[in-house]
């Protein structure tokens, strides 16, 4: 008997709000958290789940050119006057049939266990949507006082992604007027049973400026944090100057390599590599090979920026620091960090070199060559 193919899943991210009570001038999901913006967090939440086939971003008219500088293969649209509006633009950019997963992108602490609860219950049903039971006590209230108090026992506090049907979604958003707090209420008022799902506490939504400390302390704990160290030896040799963290240096003799011998770019690269697990720089480009005879460094520095990048890992710092007598580095350190950071893709600030001698102790004390050592950070969420 033939099975029917499981029917596409995809994810609606709504972020055409202006988010003002957060504070900081800048609406909430376009403001850092850790490493990235909330809404990179929260596109990424989904990137990550294996079901999820697309990702649909509603923006702000005057967010397009912050649109424009999210990665990855996003459908971008723009949002309506109202929430409700914004998803039906949203649908709109979708195709007729799956399902969907419309979630706001304050909630960027989302988890994959949320995700799979609610296309679980999708398999069943046309709607499902998280909650979290509420716990607390609840109080009626009047200028200050307690008026009265309500019953909690069947009450639920909303969360997203709200899963449905795509086809029965897009027609209960294109019956209903007015607004709407949230598409299960635009779902019920269709009148589309929504099964609830297990919610977490950790899928919060950024309203005020205290939620971004805890999605902080949220997103931490889910943090993969890798550092890699990388060492590295150049002998002195016939030349009129060295190639050190990309900068050519004039100098009485030059660096013995297969490639350019910069020492600073091969450690950095060989320190990225480790904090991957995925080996040193002379398996990913053999000594052997003589297409790399002579090679500019900055090829290898650059591929392990982009290896760590393709395996969703941040490069949030790099320190190198390299050990001789001469050349004088620190004239050129400036230098060096600029050309690093423009290499590896990140900011000035993340990117540190310096250098020390050796007190004329060892091969490098007596001149002959050059050592580095460098350690670099991944961080991935």
Request: with cysteine; hydrophobic share 40%; charged share 20%.
């Amino acid at each position: 008997m033939q099975t029917r193919p499981p029917e596409p899943v995809f994810a609606l991210i709504v972020a055409a709000g202006r988010g003002t009570r957060a504070g900081g001038g800048t609406p909430k999901q376009w403001r850092k958290l850790g490493t990235a913006r909330v809404i990179e967090h929260t596109i990424d939440a989904f990137r990550r789940h294996p079901s999820v086939r697309q990702i649909v971003v509603v923006l702000h008219p005057d967010d397009e050119a912050l649109g424009a500088t999210l990665k990855g293969d996003l459908i971008l649209t723009t949002g309506g006057a109202d929430r409700a509006a914004s998803v039906r633009n949203g649908l709109a950019a979708l195709p007729e049939s799956g399902k969907v997963l419309i979630h706001d992108a304050a909630r960027p602490c989302v988890s994959a266990g949320v995700i799979d609860g609610v296309l679980e219950a999708l398999e069943t049903a046309p709607a499902a949507a998280p909650g979290l039971p509420v716990t607390d006590a609840l109080w009626q209230g009047a200028e200050g006082l307690v008026t009265g108090t309500q019953d909690r026992s069947m009450l639920y506090a909303a969360q997203t992604p709200q899963g449905f049907d795509l086809a029965t979604i897009r027609a209960a958003h294109a019956a209903h007027q007015g607004a709407a707090a949230d598409d299960v209420e635009v779902a019920r008022g269709a009148g589309i049973d929504v099964v609830i799902t297990q919610g977490s506490a950790d899928n919060l939504k950024i309203t005020t400026a205290a939620d971004f400390a805890r999605a902080t302390r949220i997103l931490e704990t889910k943090m993969d944090i890798r550092t890699g160290n990388g060492f590295d030896v150049h002998a002195f040799g016939a030349g009129d100057h060295v190639m050190l963290c990309g900068v050519k240096i004039p100098h009485d003799q030059g660096l013995v390599g297969h490639s350019d011998a910069d020492v600073g770019m091969h450690t950095v690269s060989d320190a990225i590599y480790g904090a991957l697990a995925m080996g040193d720089i002379g398996q990913h480009f053999p000594p052997s090979d003589p297409q790399w005879k002579g090679a500019e460094s900055h090829v290898f520095l650059r591929h392990a920026a982009d290896l760590a990048r393709s395996e969703g890992f941040t490069l949030t710092h790099v320190d190198c620091t390299l050990i001789c007598e001469y050349p004088k580095v620190g004239p050129h350190a400036a230098d060096m960090r600029a050309k690093m950071a423009e290499i590896l893709g990140i900011d000035l600030s993340r990117v540190s070199v310096k250098a020390t001698t050796s007190e004329r102790l060892g091969f490098t004390g007596r001149g002959e060559g050059i050592a580095c050592m460098a350690t670099a950070t991944l961080v991935k969420i």
